[in-house]
């Protein structure tokens, strides 16, 4: 099946057991814009002054990708990529990727309770061949072969919410910064996604560090 970068993310940001190997915070603004940035790659939004444009309202074929086209197309004036991250990421996107994976036999959704008593959510891969593409794609990029943008934006975002290294542990942090700086889209898009990437990371950041701060 045809699964969007954010739903890659997904696959990759959670591990056998249904756990994730990063918090909330890094994930879902890394999500979001993931969202962002395949619209970019799908030539419907740019960067102009600054600013995410709208270039093309027509859909792309996915239910989130044309939802969140159709916010920026309603918004009464041009915004920020980081204001963007910051409107869409949220546990309810991070919930409705992870429901349709489920609903297309991807993922198992397992309901629980730890020590009995508090409600837990696992999703297990219930096709591991999908995941696998995946890998497969992104290790012959981070081992030498020219990435496709697709795949490089992936890499960025993944590097973007510190799970490049926990997905894929031992990798070169030189080819991976390579692949996130790189020039590998044309040169209006890769400025877009440039600044899509940068946003999620401000976005993350802000986020790590506020938690970390209620919590000292």
């Known amino acids: ?20 190997l990063i918090n909330s915070t890094q994930l879902d603004p890394a999500l979001a814009g993931a969202i962002l940035a395949e619209l970019a790659v799908a030539d419907r939004v740019e960067l102009s002054n600054k600013k995410l444009t709208l270039k ?15 916010r920026i197309a309603a918004e009464r004036k041009d915004r920020t990529p980081q204001w963007w991250v910051q409107r869409l990421h949220s546990a309810k996107l991070r919930t409705r990727l992870l429901t349709k994976l489920a609903s297309a036999g991807v993922l198992t959704e397992e309901r629980g309770k730890v020590l009995g008593l508090f409600p837990i959510t696992r999703w297990l891969e219930a096709q591991p061949g999908v995941e696998a593409n995946v890998r497969e794609r992104i290790s012959a ?3 030498g072969a020219d990435p496709d943008a697709r795949t490089a934006v992936l890499i960025a975002i993944m590097h973007a919410a ?11 942090k030189a080819r991976v910064k390579e692949i996130a700086e790189g020039a590998w889209a ?4 890769a400025k877009t996604i440039a600044s899509i990437n940068a946003a999620a990371m401000a ?14």
């Open 162 to 172: 510190k799970l490049d290294r926990k997905a894929f542990p031992g990798t070169s």
């Open 203 to 216: 976005a993350i950041t802000a986020a790590t560090t506020a938690t970390a701060g209620s919590s000292g």
């Open 56 to 70: 093309d309202p027509a859909p792309v074929g996915d239910d989130e990708l044309d939802a969140t086209l159709t």
């Open 141 to 143: 990029v981070l081992a």
């Open 1 to 20: 099946m045809t699964v969007t970068i954010a739903e890659e993310l997904l696959l990759l940001a959670y591990k056998e057991d249904g756990k994730p």
């Open 186 to 189: 044309g040169d209006a898009v």
